[in-house]
């Protein structure tokens, strides 16, 4: 790899950045204020967020080729990893009759009460009249910068992505959306998805694998960086894992999980995968040409029944 300026001074800011972030987390994700819809400034527009929260739902319960949500999810439990900064998202499912919504994030990214007390009432107002007794039964309004959540219907819990803090087989779906490329350890993740779904529970994911703007020249040139010096940038951020289609697949599979459906959401384009080619031959010869052209991925997986 060539050294040019440009080059050294992605690795300085990045390192840097990974520094900041393991010495100053909390501060500095109340100041980027990171979203559940992945925009780099904080949503202003509560429609527009609830309209971004339905079309996450849909794609969920289309994944499951489920047409009709409430009876499917009538008395489950629901494990939402990476909710990002609202609880619209976790409304839904309890509007359609989840029993309980457990959201887990990395870092305390729901704070604003005024903004998902907003959400609810625009989530409520939308409902017929069945939902919304089965959301209120939740979640109550008080005024319009006000909210009460039932602290068992729904809970919000920081965590480090690898530790569930979750009994055993207490789990009939999980679902995420962007954010298991951010987990360091994925193969302990789904380690504890084991643990704590229960046997004949499903799970959503959707991936995005692309480079989140961590690149040097070419989108796919992030795949080029040894792993120590990867590391050494990213492993306080939730960067990439790099993690690519084949090796999730496995994952899934050795952890006593049975695949449903896989399907490609979003793939690199000719160039940026003959970019690559010309910078590292020898990694395109190791990486298979799904591998090498998958951006995204949506999949459900069943846990085996015993």
């Not at 925009?39 to 319960?61: H, I, L």
């Not at 449903?260 to 959401?265: A, H, L, N, P, R």
Request: charged share 25%.
């Amino acid at each position: 790899m060539r050294f040019t300026k440009r080059i050294i001074s992605f690795y300085l800011v990045n390192f840097l950045k990974n520094m900041l972030m393991w010495l100053l987390s909390g501060p500095i994700v109340q100041l980027r204020k990171p979203t559940g819809s992945g925009k780099s400034a904080g949503d202003t527009d509560p429609d527009e967020t609830y309209t971004y929260a339905q079309s996450v739902f849909r794609k969920y319960m289309q994944q499951l080729e489920v047409t009709d949500p409430t009876p499917f999810l009538k008395g489950k439990a629901v494990l939402e990893i990476g909710p990002g900064d609202n609880l619209a998202v976790a409304f839904l499912f309890l509007a359609h009759g989840a029993r309980q919504v457990v959201c887990m994030d990395r870092f305390r990214l729901v704070q604003d009460r005024t903004k998902n007390a907003r959400l609810a009432r625009i989530v409520l107002n939308s409902l017929p009249e069945h939902n919304r007794e089965y959301l209120q039964q939740a979640v109550a309004c008080a005024g319009d910068k006000e909210i009460r959540l039932d602290s068992y219907r729904l809970q919000y819990l920081c965590s480090a992505l690898e530790t569930i803090p979750l009994p055993d087989a207490s789990v009939d779906l999980v679902v995420s959306n962007a954010v298991l490329e951010h987990v360091c350890n994925i193969d302990k993740l789904f380690q504890e998805l084991n643990r704590v779904m229960k046997p004949g529970s499903v799970m959503v994911h959707a991936l995005d694998l692309g480079p989140h703007q961590l690149y040097m020249e070419t989108p796919l040139d992030f795949l080029t960086i040894p792993e120590w010096c990867w590391k050494l940038m990213t492993s306080c951020r939730g960067a990439p894992n790099r993690a690519r289609k084949s090796q999730y697949e496995q994952m899934v599979v050795s952890n006593r999980f049975k695949i449903m459906t896989m399907q490609i959401t979003d793939s690199f384009s000719r160039r940026e995968i003959e970019g690559l080619r010309t910078r590292a031959p020898g990694l395109c010869r190791t990486l298979n040409p799904e591998d090498l052209s998958c951006r995204g991925i949506l999949f459900a997986a069943k846990k085996n029944d015993t």
